[in-house]
């Protein structure tokens, strides 16, 4: 039970990697710049 508490805890730190991560692929699929953004929506990239 600790164990899972910590993990959790972890998740939700902002100055956590796996946090960070979520948060960078977030970002990057509300970026119209960022090729996830495409991939996310599935549509074609402009100028393709």
Do not use: E, F, I, V
């Not at 990697?17 to 979520?22: L, M, T």
């Not at 710049?33 to 599935?42: F, G, I, K």
């Amino acid at each position: 039970m600790s164990h899972h508490t910590k993990h959790h805890a972890n998740q939700s730190n902002p100055n956590h990697p796996s946090h960070q991560a979520a948060q960078d692929n977030r970002s990057n699929q509300l970026n119209p710049n960022n090729p996830a953004y495409h991939s996310s929506r599935q549509a074609p990239k402009p100028g393709k």
